[in-house]
């Protein structure tokens, strides 16, 4: 009677780890790839144009180690799998995906919603300074898009602020709810126990 309770509890613990290994291999083949992961980042836009710029930018401007690096320097913060390789592109991915809920929470729609979409995926961009980056993160990091990139305004707007009270000084103070909300996404996707799948 014993043995087959404990075999029971076997196989479910085996059928759990399988299906854990299956959605990280998942997750690791988008974040690993640069073309995967720039079509499940763009894909969140649906004005075309808007969405092939942002995939230009993404293929062609933006620093090599945005795809490798990891998403934060500290280790401080962050879920534990963005704090290696590819952890940088998953937390991109997951703001990403906070913001599209949010819009529609918040009923943000348009040009409005595209936009900040846009944002959100270049919103840590230059998170480790210039090409070809420093060891660790820089504040910087939210006024480099906008000198770098062919953004508009609202977008640049967005992500100048995006880190909030601690960016850059006399800078984060919001001029909509928006740029609020794309700092909100960053903010709770930067959580230690926040583990958002992708996709
Ligand atoms: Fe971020």
């Given at each position: 009677m014993t043995d087959k309770?404990?075999?029971?509890?076997?196989?479910?613990?085996?059928?759990?780890?399988a299906g854990n290994t299956r959605d990280y291999r998942t997750q690791c083949e988008i974040i690993s790839d640069k073309e995967e992961a720039i079509k499940y980042l763009v894909e969140f836009i649906k004005d075309e144009s808007l969405s092939e710029k942002i995939k230009n930018i993404l293929n062609d401007?933006?620093?090599d180690y945005f795809w490798i690096n990891p998403s934060s320097s500290s280790g401080k913060y962050h879920p534990s799998d963005e704090r290696g390789k590819f952890?940088?592109?998953?937390?991109?991915?997951?703001?990403?995906?906070?913001?599209?809920?949010?819009?529609?929470?918040?009923?943000?729609?348009g040009?409005?919603?595209?936009e900040l979409i846009a944002a959100a995926i270049l919103h840590d961009s230059f998170k480790?300074?210039?090409?070809?980056?420093?060891?660790h993160t820089v504040k910087l990091h939210c006024i480099i898009p906008g000198e770098q990139l062919s953004i508009s305004d609202r977008i640049n707007q967005s992500i100048r602020t995006h880190d909030g009270q601690w960016g850059i000084?006399?800078?984060?103070?919001?001029?909509?709810?928006?740029?609020?909300l794309l700092h909100y996404a960053d903010?709770?996707?930067?959580?230690?126990?926040?583990?958002?799948?992708?996709?």
């Open positions: 309770i404990d075999l029971e509890k076997y196989k479910k613990k085996k059928r759990t780890f401007e933006v620093p952890g940088l592109v998953l937390h991109t991915c997951r703001v990403v995906k906070i913001v599209d809920d949010l819009c529609v929470a918040a009923q943000i729609t040009s409005n919603r595209e480790y300074d210039l090409p070809p980056g420093n060891h000084p006399d800078e984060w103070q919001y001029a909509d709810e928006y740029q609020q903010y709770i996707a930067s959580r230690s126990y926040v583990h958002i799948r992708i996709p």
